[in-house]
């Protein structure tokens, strides 16, 4: 049972980390999520997501009516990144007593799939209920990137 438990410390360890990590607070991916911890592990868990390797860096600031984001890729990505829809996918959620709620308003999403190409940045206005703040998820490629705001 000890050499299992030698065995598997890194894994956890390594484990632990990638939760801890996002792909916000535009620092290139590796700062810790504050509030909500376990709450936000379960809602990418939900949403298939992983979080994000540092591929993508994601920066958000205003308040409701909208939210100004902006998502840069890295100049040394491997490629170009795709995104879900006119938005690049982007969602704000709000910590509340139950957990993440999703608070984004936007009424009309097209289907156009923008596509990033490494060292490429967009910005966007994406429209929000108000709420004391916010922490914005943008999905790519089965990966989770977001930032918060205050």
């Given amino acids: ?21 996002c792909g916000g607070s535009g620092d290139g991916g590796a700062a810790p999520a504050p509030a909500g911890d376990d709450a936000w592990a379960a809602l990418l868990a939900e949403l298939g997501l992983e979080p994000g390797d540092g591929t993508l860096t994601i920066e958000a600031t205003g308040a409701a009516p909208s939210l100004a984001v902006t998502i840069s ?9 795709t995104f879900s829809d006119g938005l690049y996918g982007a969602q704000a959620f709000a910590l509340g007593d139950d957990g993440w709620e999703r608070v984004d308003t936007a009424e009309v999403r097209t289907e156009i799939a923008p596509i990033l190409e490494p060292g490429g ?4 206005d994406l429209p929000v209920a108000e709420a004391d703040g916010y ?8 990966l ?7």
Avoid at 1 to 21: D, F, K, Q, Y
Avoid at 121 to 124: E, G, I, N
Avoid at 144 to 150: G, I, K, P, T
């Fill in 121 to 124: 940045s967009a910005t966007l």
């Fill in 144 to 150: 989770a990137y977001w930032a918060d705001v205050s």
């Fill in 1 to 21: 049972m000890g050499r299992i438990r030698m065995l598997l410390a890194p894994v956890v360890a390594t484990l632990a980390l990638g939760l801890a990590a």
């Fill in 73 to 81: 890729v890295a100049p040394d990505a491997a490629g170009p990144v």
């Fill in 135 to 142: 922490r914005v998820l943008v999905p790519a490629e089965g």
